[in-house]
């Protein structure tokens, strides 16, 4: 059994930041790729950022700049570093990992930003 648990997340005034971590544990000796994504009220569920097993990023244009994705292989956890946030990045975080092509998901975090 794989368990993928998030942390981080909550409330932050625009222009702050936050870190979001997504660690895998478990039946699972590796993550080949990882992604967070997001889901706003009323919206479809979009990508936000990924990582591939060598380092590769890759990022939506609305955060480029302002969010970082990385991973800490020894420890199994991916983080969002989320910078200058704005309301418009209020959601429902989620971070997906793929292993040995199966694709497992955390099970969401909350951050609004707002004063």
């Known amino acids: 059994q794989v368990q993928i648990v998030q942390s981080g997340g909550g409330l932050v005034q625009p222009g702050g930041s936050l870190r979001l971590s997504c660690a895998a544990s478990?039946?699972?000796?590796?993550?080949?790729?990882a992604g967070w994504y997001r889901q706003s009220p009323g919206k479809q569920r979009e990508l936000v950022a990924t990582i591939t097993t060598s380092g590769s990023t890759n990022y939506a244009d609305s955060v480029k700049g302002r969010f970082t994705i990385s991973r800490d292989n020894a420890k199994m956890t991916v983080y969002l570093q989320m910078n200058s946030l704005k309301p418009e990045d209020t959601a429902v975080y989620y971070c997906a990992v793929t292993s040995n092509s199966r694709d497992f998901w955390g099970q969401g975090t909350q951050v609004t930003v707002s004063s």
């Open positions: 478990g039946s699972i000796r590796n993550i080949d790729y």
